[in-house]
């Protein structure tokens, strides 16, 4: 590594594959089981093991840079809003996810809701945090 921080090219790839898996089998869910786009397919129980699978990796992933990507984050005082607003994504998808597996029936309606969205809004702040450094190395010219 050259620099604090920055994470070793396997674990790099690790943890924007497992997000993006999980972020992917997600989206495949919502449009098939919640939008009606191609329902037969999408919106089936191997899609939905798919993407419980995929979250396990990436809890994985998300461990794997908790003891020194976040801490030499939080050091630098990089990209902190999205850092900290993944985390904190992150913390509500795994807590909804738990509901809508465990939960009561009575609040499924409510955690489904929270879970895609929260989902959707996830992957937005991934991307932009993950590929900040692409960003930076390839600068417009006007």
């Not at 609040?107 to 960003?135: C, E, N, P, Q, S």
Request: proline share 3%; net charge positive.
């Amino acid at each position: 590594m050259s620099r604090l921080g920055k994470m070793p090219h396997w674990q790099r790839t690790f943890v924007i594959c497992g997000m993006m898996a999980c972020s992917i089998t997600g989206l495949m869910y919502l449009l098939g089981h919640e939008f009606q786009i191609q329902r037969s397919t999408l919106g089936t129980h191997s899609i939905l093991a798919a993407h419980g699978i995929a979250a396990m990796l990436a809890t994985l992933a998300l461990g794997s840079v908790m003891p020194f990507h976040i801490k030499a984050g939080c050091k630098s005082r990089k990209q902190l809003w999205s850092g900290f607003g993944q985390l904190g994504f992150l913390a509500a998808l795994l807590i909804s996810g738990a509901l809508l597996y465990y939960g009561p029936e009575e609040i499924r309606d409510i955690t489904v809701d929270t879970h895609w969205i929260t989902g959707l809004l996830f992957l937005v702040v991934f991307i932009l945090h993950a590929f900040k450094k692409i960003r930076r190395a390839n600068p417009q010219v006007d």
